[in-house]
């Protein structure tokens, strides 16, 4: 358990619609990392926030967008979805301190749009 | 900026064998290197990491992977395969506190009896 929490674990959405993804970082981490991973793609990079503030921003779609609430949880919302959109979705944080943070993920929401 | 490049996306190996995932780097600053394991339907989970302290890097499950600045590579290897060992490995590079942090395509290493 890496203690990187995601909600929810499956999803299934039609075309059009729009979900939020949910990820509570590790009890102390202030940096959340927001991935895609599919087959065709891989793991993409999509967005970093720290301390609620964007840090990177990757291959984000404008139909994404993405969050930090002062209580350190994320979200990432996902609008107009198509099915291209079906993908693993993770959430990883890491902490600021220490040199070469590792980023511990979490087990990811799947999504399916149909 | 950051690259990752693993050669070979599919990697076999019988059981018993010596496992060797290639992983070179890009990197304009000093980099932070690691390996992450993917198990079916499961996260990332941390294999092992370099931080500059040892060339060679032990991990868990019995892998290691030896930094080569003159090669830019920090391939990943175990001296005996088990098919517990069966899974998608990335390796990923980043700078200080993990901004850039990028992964390479991932190898997909199947172990076979």
């Given at each position: 358990d890496s203690?990187?929490?995601?909600?929810?674990?499956h999803?299934?959405?039609?075309?059009g619609?729009?979900?939020?993804?949910?990820?509570?970082?590790?009890?102390?981490?202030?940096?959340?990392?927001?991935?895609q991973?599919s087959?065709?793609?891989?793991?993409?990079?999509?967005?970093?926030?720290?301390?609620?503030e964007e840090?990177?921003k990757?291959?984000?779609l404008?139909?994404?967008?993405?969050q930090q609430?002062?209580?350190?949880?994320?979200e990432l919302?996902?609008?107009?979805?198509?099915?291209?959109?079906?993908?693993?979705?993770?959430?990883?944080?890491?902490?600021?301190?220490?040199?070469g943070?590792?980023?511990?993920?979490?087990e990811?929401?799947?999504?399916?749009?149909v | 900026a950051?690259?990752v490049?693993?050669?070979?996306?599919?990697?076999?190996?019988s059981?018993?064998?010596l496992?060797?995932?290639?992983c070179?780097?890009?990197?304009?600053v000093?980099?932070y290197l690691f390996?992450?394991?993917?198990?079916?339907?499961q996260?990332?989970?941390?294999?092992?990491?370099?931080?500059?302290?040892?060339?060679?890097?032990?991990?868990?499950?019995g892998?290691?992977?030896?930094?080569?600045?003159?090669?830019?590579?920090?391939?990943?290897t175990?001296p005996?395969?088990?098919?517990?060992?069966?899974?998608?490995?990335?390796?990923?590079?980043?700078?200080?506190y993990?901004?850039?942090?990028?992964?390479?395509p991932?190898?997909r290493l199947?172990?076979?009896?």
């Open positions: 203690g990187v929490t995601q909600t929810p674990k999803l299934i959405t039609a075309t619609q729009r979900v939020t993804l949910r990820c509570s970082p590790r009890s102390g981490d202030l940096s959340v990392y927001w991935y991973q087959l065709d793609q891989g793991l993409q990079f999509l967005i970093q926030y720290y301390n609620g840090r990177a990757g291959n984000i404008e139909r994404f967008s993405a609430f002062p209580d350190l949880h994320s919302n996902l609008s107009s979805l198509e099915l291209g959109d079906s993908a693993l979705y993770f959430c990883a944080s890491s902490s600021r301190t220490g040199s943070n590792t980023i511990y993920f979490g990811g929401s799947w999504l399916t749009v | 950051q690259s490049t693993q050669l070979g996306s599919h990697v076999s190996v059981e018993g064998a496992v060797l995932l290639r070179n780097y890009s990197s304009s000093p980099p390996w992450y394991v993917q198990y079916p339907n996260g990332l989970q941390l294999l092992l990491k370099y931080t500059s302290a040892a060339t060679l890097v032990k991990g868990i499950n892998f290691e992977a030896e930094f080569k600045k003159s090669e830019t590579s920090f391939h990943l175990k005996s395969a088990h098919m517990s060992d069966a899974a998608e490995y990335f390796c990923a590079v980043s700078g200080t993990g901004q850039n942090f990028v992964f390479g991932g190898t199947s172990v076979l009896p």
